[in-house]
């Protein structure tokens, strides 16, 4: 048996595909790694490109005027040292940029805010990316604000700054100058800085206030006390003082007095006594009394201005006293009706006109305190020498030559004075030696007759 030989037909396609799978591999395999960097996102990829250019190529981008390149477009890439090569591309995009106002538009690839400025940075300049200050990568808008100068008098010394800060206390803070509590900075730190300006600064020191029950402590960089007074809130009112005064420098070691002061005017009322007026009734009996009229207290009245410091008076002044009621006089009537009347006695009967009930004693020339030797001594003071019968009284009520009876004793005339003998005492008049010693209460008798009316005292005391 004979066998056909068999023939095997392959396609003409297939090996078409295996020689370009054979090649893509072959290419693949020869092709060397690459970083393609474009707006600062990293891409790898594998290369047979030589040349940046040829990279940018193979990557399918097309390179603008204005994109920025590193390396330059002509530069051999290189691999060495199994380090491979990195292309940086920055595509261009628009900027507007404004200068004192003035804007433009333009197309750059640039990163680095300051070398979109044509002209130099000065201190004090500043540039404002997006609105933010500079420091942040690729703005699309960029603003130059140029530094204004400022004058600054600190601790008296003139400073010069520079600051494109929006406000003064912004430009004090990015110079280093930091403000403290109290400090004064004439302008206000919240001034806009849109012109050259001068300043002046001054720094406050430590000040303490003592009040009545309290102290306050602070700062203050005040002119004056009073200035200080016023950082702290507080202020004199009316008769308010501090110490030291208002208008003097703030003390060396900062301790402020201030005291509180207020007036008041007070009303005060006392009584006003009475007087007391004696009135003669000739229809009452000699020796005995009535109120013709009851006494009435008035009222005195007075303003008084009250000081005070701190709530403690200090001071009491009387600006006026006044009569606000007149009182009303008691008026007490006294008997001028005199009676004789008959006392039976050792001695008789006698007439009276008048009784009085007296303190009596009793002296004799020994013991009326003069010294034998003295011409006077036994001498009673209306001339007379001392012998029983004659009696002390007190002159200014019963005048010498008064008969008096006296029971116990007898008949009694007023012949003499003593320096104790006043008001209603008698003392009893004896010699030496028929001395008896008296002291109690006793009843006195006037006998008649009857003194003239001028003469007798109607109110004994």
Do not use: C
């Not at 720094?203 to 005040?222: C, D, H, K």
């Not at 005017?265 to 109120?291: C, G, K, W």
Request: proline share 8%.
């Amino acid at each position: 048996m004979e066998l056909a030989a068999t023939r095997r037909i392959v396609p003409p396609v297939l090996p078409l595909m295996l020689t370009a799978a054979g090649l893509f591999v072959l290419y693949y395999a020869t092709a060397r790694p690459a970083l393609l960097v474009i707006n600062g996102e990293p891409r790898e990829l594998r290369t047979h490109a030589r040349r940046p250019m040829d990279l940018l190529r193979e990557a399918g981008i097309v390179l603008g005027p204005n994109d920025a390149l590193l390396p330059n477009v002509d530069t051999e890439l290189q691999w060495e040292d199994g380090a491979f090569p990195v292309v940086e591309l920055n595509l261009a995009r628009p900027v507007a940029m404004e200068d004192q106002g003035t804007i433009r538009l333009v197309q750059t690839a640039e990163t680095d805010p300051a070398n979109l400025i044509a002209g130099p940075l000065f201190p004090g300049d500043r540039l404002i990316l997006d609105g933010i200050s500079a420091g942040s990568a690729a703005p699309s808008h960029i603003q130059l604000k140029r530094g204004l100068p400022i004058r600054l008098m600190l601790e008296g010394r003139a400073r010069w700054l520079y600051s494109s800060a929006p406000t003064l206390g912004e430009a004090l803070w990015e110079s280093g100058i930091r403000l403290h509590e109290g400090d004064r900075l004439d302008p206000l730190p919240n001034t806009p800085l849109d012109r050259s300006i001068e300043a002046r600064l001054v720094r406050s020191v430590p000040v303490t206030i003592r009040l009545a029950e309290q102290e306050i402590r602070g700062r203050s960089a005040a002119d004056t006390v009073e200035g200080a007074l016023a950082d702290a809130g507080l202020r004199l009112i009316g008769l308010d003082y501090v110490i030291p005064d208002g208008a003097e420098a703030l003390p060396a070691d900062g301790q402020i007095q201030l005291v509180r002061v207020r007036e008041e005017v007070h009303m005060e009322q006392r009584p006003l006594s009475f007087d007391t007026l004696y009135q003669p009734v000739d229809t009452l009996a000699i020796d005995n009394q009535l109120i013709v009229q009851s006494g009435g207290y008035g009222v005195t009245s007075n303003r008084l201005r009250v000081r005070l410091e701190d709530g403690l008076e200090v001071s009491r002044v009387l600006e006026g006293e006044w009569v606000a009621q007149d009182p009303t006089p008691q008026i007490i009537g006294y008997g001028t009706q005199i009676q004789v009347r008959t006392i039976a006695t050792a001695d008789g009967p006698l007439d009276y006109w008048r009784k009085l009930e007296m303190y009596a004693t009793s002296y004799s020339p020994s013991r009326a305190g003069v010294s034998p030797d003295a011409p006077w001594f036994g001498i009673t003071a209306s001339g007379k020498r001392l012998v029983k019968g004659l009696v002390a009284i007190d002159r200014s009520l019963i005048p010498f030559g008064t008969m008096m009876y006296v029971p116990g004793y007898g008949f009694a005339e007023a012949a003499d004075t003593g320096s104790g003998v006043k008001g209603r005492w008698i003392d009893l008049g004896y010699e030496d030696n028929n001395w008896v010693t008296w002291s109690g209460n006793v009843t006195v008798y006037f006998l008649t007759p009857i003194p003239a009316p001028e003469s007798i005292v109607y109110i004994f005391p």
